[in-house]
Antibody
Framework: EVQLAESGGGLVQPGGSLRLSCAVS????????MSWVRQAPGRGLEWVAN????????YYLNSVRGRFTISRDNAKNSLYLQMNSLRGEDTAVYYC?????????????????WGQGTLVTVSS | EIVLTQSPGTLALSPGERANFSCRAS???????LAWYQQIPGQALSLLIY???SRAPGISDRFSGSGSATDFTLTINRLEPEDFAVYYC?????????FGQGTKLEIK
C-alpha cells in the first residue's frame, strides 16, 4: 500500500524556520518526481516545489524561491522541505505528493499519491 | 501563468443524479495536460483523471473527463453518497503548476 506521511509542522513566528519531512513506503521512491503542495485554511491548492528522482533538478513557486529548499534522501525514502524566513501567508497545510508515473523525465505532471498533510502556522 | 476557473462554486445534487464540473483555462493547455482531484475532509486527496480523460488506477468508471484546449469537464454518473466532496482541476502544461479554486458537491 502506498503511504506518504508528513511531519514537522507547527507554530512558528514570522521570520522563523521549519523543516518538514515526508516518509514514504509502498512504492519505489527513487523512481518518482516528488512535490510539495500547500492549502491555506479554507482555500484552494497551491503547488510549492518539486524535485527530480535523483535530486538534480528542483523547481519552485516564485513566492517561495530563495526561502524554501526541497530535498530528498532516496536511501531513507524521505522528502524534505526546509522553510526559512516564514511569512503569515505561508500558513497552510503542506502535502507531499508523487508526480507522474515511475521513471518519467518530465518535470511537470499530475500528483498521483498524497499524504494527509501537516499544518504550518506562522503567527506571532 | 495559466489561471483555471472552475464552475459552479457549489453544486447541489441528489444521489443517483449526474454531476458536471467545468474547468476553464486562461490559455490553451497543451497536450491536454489537465488532471482532476477529489478532496474529502479527513482523507488524502485522490487523483481521479489525468491527461484530461484518462482514469487513474482504481477509479470507478462512473468518473469521466473530457475536453481540450481551454474547456474541460469532469462528469460523475449515478452519484453515490461518498462522492460528495470538493473537486479540483490542475494543469501541468507549464510552470507554475496551478489548480482551479474548486467546486463543492453537496447533497441536495
Amino acid at each position: 500500500e502506498v503511504q506518504l506521511a508528513e511531519s514537522g509542522g507547527g507554530l512558528v513566528q514570522p521570520g522563523g524556520s521549519l523543516r518538514l519531512s515526508c516518509a514514504v513506503s509502498g512504492f519505489t521512491f527513487s523512481s518518482y518526481w516528488m512535490s510539495w503542495v500547500r492549502q491555506a485554511p479554507g482555500r484552494g491548492l497551491e503547488w510549492v516545489a518539486n524535485i527530480r528522482q535523483d535530486g538534480s533538478d528542483k523547481y519552485y513557486l516564485n513566492s517561495v524561491r530563495g526561502r524554501f529548499t526541497i530535498s530528498r534522501d532516496n536511501a531513507k525514502n524521505s522528502l524534505y522541505l526546509q522553510m526559512n524566513s516564514l511569512r503569515g501567508e505561508d500558513t497552510a497545510v503542506y502535502y507531499c505528493a508523487t508526480m507522474g508515473d515511475s521513471g518519467w523525465n518530465r518535470e511537470f505532471n499530475w500528483f498521483g499519491a498524497w499524504g494527509q498533510g501537516t499544518l504550518v502556522t506562522v503567527s506571532s | 501563468e495559466i489561471v483555471l476557473t472552475q464552475s459552479p462554486g457549489t453544486l447541489a445534487l441528489s444521489p443517483g443524479e449526474r454531476a458536471n464540473f467545468s474547468c476553464r483555462a486562461s490559455q490553451s493547455v497543451r497536450s491536454n495536460y489537465l488532471a482532476w482531484y477529489q478532496q474529502i475532509p479527513g482523507q488524502a486527496l485522490s487523483l481521479l483523471i489525468y491527461g484530461a480523460s484518462s482514469r487513474a488506477p482504481g477509479i470507478s468508471d462512473r468518473f469521466s473527463g473530457s475536453g481540450s484546449a481551454t474547456d474541460f469537464t469532469l462528469t460523475i454518473n449515478r452519484l453515490e453518497p461518498e462522492d460528495f466532496a470538493v473537486y479540483y482541476c490542475q494543469q501541468y502544461d507549464s510552470s507554475p503548476l496551478t489548480f482551479g479554486q474548486g467546486t463543492k458537491l453537496e447533497i441536495k
